[in-house]
């Protein structure tokens, strides 16, 4: 398949089965709620080193909180429920609590609850309130600048995480632009998370390494300056591979927002120094979900 | 199916009480077997047939037509279906209802919504003392569930309150949260003495300045996070709760009852 001059291969991104949970900060303005959102989802890029994933799943208008203020909806995506709520709450209580004028509210609904302001109202030294409104509960903590607003619990989902495609062209430059391109269709796309910095990853990484007592390590056939050193899987004129890694709360979400992306890419084109599209898989054997380039974009 | 409808014929001298008349009861029952049911009215036993012209089949849906200030523990354990009555209802309403709904077109009498669990009450008239209380001797009042009262209430409203909500777009009587252990309670027109007396936690939201214990603390004027969303839960409501004129979220905090654990709290609008 070729849209616009770009290759789409004939491969499919794997993909594993996640939990995730989704949250609602707002502030007085939404310059604070994204500086919260953005802390609270820092340092969350790979669950190899960070315990989860998370970003931002968008901003949301004062009509859409349940506070009437700013918001940003946040999603976080890890391995297993117990991951998720210890790392939900670590971050909600070092990023949420601490950032000037918050409030922190479930922003998924599920069977199961995890805490989320729930033990953060120890904080509150027992001159915290509880208050039950509308069936939810919420805590009152007294803060320095007044109350910290959280809901009690939020919702944990099933999901689906590494959801992938690489963007193979000419030159850093142009690869970038394509991605960066790519991402702001992405963002769009509700429900998926890009969780790498700016939504774009350069160290594409490979199952196990040469040295035991590493899980992962670079992806070296599709690293452009091994070409002549390792079986590569780049053509003489690929100068430069970046990956953009989806979390979706369900496949569909994913195809869509895969869909997007590389549509973005495609309408860039080989005009644009873009040569190819792939996606990284571990042979079918390791995750359910396949996510086939060409099935997307057809 | 319509609503099963007993409309009282003839009001008797002595008070009637009237907790067999809950669906639990009446489910599956023709006409005729509810009206051989009989009520305990002073020392008497009477059969709810000669009470009550009864009509409709929905025992799930109860209308009580007629209705005066002598019927008692209407709604009593309501688990589930809806009440209405119409004119004035006796001491104990709704007391201890599980869930459901009841709506009083007239006044109440005392206890009502006593040691209620959940559900709604909604009372267009005003209320007797004790509303949402716990009874005599007992230690929790109302545990769950909303209560609006378009008028007055008495003294102790709130007596004992565990949790819930309990909105007055009247005055309140004094006393009013006593002894709270938590919940809410608005009121829109004016307070009483002895506001939340004894009260270890909860809230009291008022919108006129009351005269305060001494007991209370003043800890300044704030914007309250949680305001907006307890309006909001209102919205759905049938009352002045749910205009938009009435939320506010800007209030002067007085902790208290200082002489008990103190972390309740009297919030007025500013």
């Known amino acids: 398949m070729i849209i616009n001059g770009v290759t789409i291969d004939a491969t499919f991104a794997e993909a594993f089965p996640m939990k995730a949970t989704r949250a609602i900060i707002t502030a007085l303005n939404e310059k604070w709620a994204m500086i919260a959102a953005q802390t609270m989802t820092g340092f969350a890029t790979s669950v190899i080193m960070c315990g989860c994933e998370a970003g931002i799943d968008r901003v949301l208008d004062p009509s859409e909180t349940p506070d009437g203020r700013p918001g940003v909806a946040i999603m976080i995506f890890a391995m297993g429920g117990k991951t998720l709520a210890k790392q939900l709450e670590t971050r909600a209580g070092q990023c949420v609590l601490t950032a000037p004028t918050s409030a922190l509210f479930a922003g998924i609904e599920s069977a199961i609850k995890i805490p989320l302001g729930k033990n953060l109202r120890y904080f509150g030294d027992g001159f915290q309130i509880a208050k039950v409104i509308a069936g939810k509960r919420y805590w009152r903590i007294p803060v320095m600048d007044g109350e910290f607003l959280t809901e009690a619990t939020t919702g944990q989902v099933e999901a689906i995480g590494g959801g992938n495609f690489l963007v193979l062209g000419q030159s850093q430059a142009q690869v970038l632009t394509a991605c960066e391109a790519a991402i702001e269709a992405m963002n769009k796309v509700p429900n998926v998370i890009m969780p790498f910095p700016g939504g774009v990853v350069r160290s594409g990484s490979k199952v196990g390494s040469k040295y035991t007592t590493l899980n992962a390590s670079t992806n070296d056939a599709f690293c452009p300056t091994l070409k002549g050193a390792t079986k590569t899987e780049l053509s003489p004129d690929i100068e430069c591979v970046m990956e953009i890694v989806i979390d979706g709360l369900s496949k569909a979400d994913i195809d869509k927002a895969m869909r997007a992306g590389v549509q973005a890419v495609c309408d860039l084109g080989a005009a644009n120094g873009i040569k190819r599209i792939s996606a990284g898989n571990y042979g079918g054997k390791l995750g359910p979900f396949h996510f086939h380039l060409q099935e997307i974009m057809a | ?270």
């Open chain 2, 1 to 270: 199916m319509s609503a099963l409808t007993f409309t009282l014929k003839v009001q008797p001298k002595q008070r009637v009480d009237m907790s067999p008349l809950v669906p639990v009861n009446l489910c599956g029952k023709t006409v005729a077997e509810i009206a051989s049911l009989t009520l305990q009215c002073g020392k008497q036993k009477i059969p709810v047939g000669d009470l009550f012209t009864i009509s409709g089949d929905d025992a799930q849906n109860i209308a009580i037509n007629n209705s005066f200030d002598k019927l008692d523990f209407i709604g009593k354990e309501l688990d589930g279906s809806c009440i209405t009555v119409t004119g004035d209802a006796g001491a104990y309403l709704g007391m201890g209802m599980k869930s459901g709904e009841i709506k009083v077109s007239g006044n109440v009498g005392l206890y009502a919504a006593c040691e209620m669990k959940k559900g709604y009450l909604e009372v267009s008239g005003s209320v007797g003392d004790f509303l949402g209380a716990a009874l005599p001797g007992n230690k929790m009042g109302m545990k769950g569930g909303t209560i609006l009262v378009k008028g007055n209430v008495g003294e102790r409203a709130g007596d004992h309150m565990r949790r819930g909500t309990i909105l007055i777009e009247g005055n309140a009587g004094d006393y009013c949260g006593s002894r709270m252990t938590a919940g809410t309670i608005a009121v829109m027109g004016k307070a009483g003495r002895y506001l939340g007396y004894a009260m270890r936690r909860g809230t009291l939201l008022l919108w006129n300045h009351p005269q305060l214990l001494t007991s209370f603390n003043d800890c300044g004027a704030h914007t309250l996070g949680f305001l907006p969303l307890l309006f909001a839960s209102f919205k759905s409501s049938n009352s002045k709760f749910a205009e938009a004129s009435a939320a506010f979220s800007r209030v002067q905090r007085y902790a208290g009852d200082m002489s008990e654990m103190g972390r309740g709290e009297v919030l007025v609008r500013l």
